[in-house]
């Protein structure tokens, strides 16, 4: 689809009024258009897109099978905006009849825009997701000092990084949107192979010989035309897919100690800052992250099924 520019410099303007971190607003992809009038005139769009993830994909860790999703264009309006688009969103889920009980309609909008955060909770969607970044702090971040082993996984330390993963996707299944499927394993030990085998930047710390965390990380370039430069500013980043700490090693600093060596470690590697995704309903990771430095930039909003979107 392809809209007027006029609209999406507005868009453009209004978010970085909120937040100053956030890029300028790219075309929208393709798909279903919706548009919505407010009483002054003022129009809005947006456009929605319908996924089905198959069995053997790991998009299906941590989304629904069925997946209807919205790039909202507001421009300027905001609230008022978002509550009419939402209003038009539900008009067309009710013609969409079929939709699986496994589905989802799923947005994903700046985390610093009140005005639309509570158009989206009085239409039924949950923040279940946030992207969050964090800037090198400068040498300052050293972290306490370090009472474990930290040290690069190899291919030979599958079992032990898989195990640590599978308990991550365990515990993120009851308090997010991860989903414990019966291929998790399959998946995750397929995924982790490859990770592994190519020496991506992948850490876990060790207490008396026993792998007792995992940091699981990418670097990853936000440039022109890429997926990335939507959610980030340009740039290399580093990405933090996964921290995990083993249940009875929780709370004793461990993650932390991780993370300030993965951080530095991924410095060292020219990025310009960190970014992850963590779940807001998680009292851990909502806790433990910002207490890292991150905050959040984006927030994806869902809600489950589809056909509950109010």
């Known amino acids: 689809m392809r809209v007027g520019r006029g609209l999406l410099d507005a868009q453009s303007a209004r978010f970085a009024s909120i937040d ?3 890029p300028a607003v790219p075309e929208p992809p393709d798909g279903d258009v919706l548009t919505a009038a407010l009483p002054d005139g003022t129009r809005v769009a947006g456009v929605v897109h319908r996924q089905v993830h198959e069995p053997s994909s790991m998009s299906r860790l941590w989304s629904a099978t069925e997946v209807w999703e919205m790039t909202p264009l507001l421009g300027g ?11 038009a969103w539900r008009r067309m889920m009710d013609r969409a009849a079929g939709a699986e009980p496994d589905s989802s ?3 994903t909008w700046p985390s610093r825009d009140a005005e639309a955060t509570k158009a989206l909770l009085d239409h039924g969607m949950v923040p279940l997701s946030t992207i969050a970044v964090r800037r090198p702090a400068n040498g300052r971040d050293g972290g306490p000092p370090p009472t474990l082993r930290i040290r690069r996984a190899t291919p030979h330390d599958l079992e032990a990084v898989l195990q640590l993963s599978l308990a991550e996707l365990h515990y993120s299944s009851l308090v997010g949107s991860t989903i414990a499927r019966p291929e998790a394993v399959a998946l995750k030990r397929r995924t982790l192979r490859d990770r592994l085998a190519s020496n991506g930047p992948t850490w876990l710390a060790e207490r008396d010989g026993i792998a007792v965390a995992l940091a699981e990380c990418a670097v ?3 440039e022109p035309g890429n997926w990335t430069s939507t959610r980030l500013p340009h740039g290399r980043w580093g990405y933090v897919n996964c921290l995990s700490v083993l249940p009875g090693a929780r709370g004793t600093g461990v993650g932390q100690q991780l993370m300030a060596f993965a951080h530095r470690e991924l410095e060292r590697l020219g990025t310009v800052g960190t970014y992850l995704y963590y779940n807001p309903p998680n009292p851990l990771s909502s806790v433990f992250w910002p207490r890292q430095g991150y905050r959040p930039l984006w927030t994806v909003w869902e809600v489950r099924p589809a ?3 109010r």
């Open 20 to 22: 100053p971190m956030l």
């Open 77 to 87: 309006a905001g609230g008022r905006g978002m509550d009419a688009l939402l209003r």
């Open 105 to 107: 309609c799923v947005l």
């Open 220 to 222: 990853v370039a936000s």
């Open 307 to 309: 056909f509950a979107l």
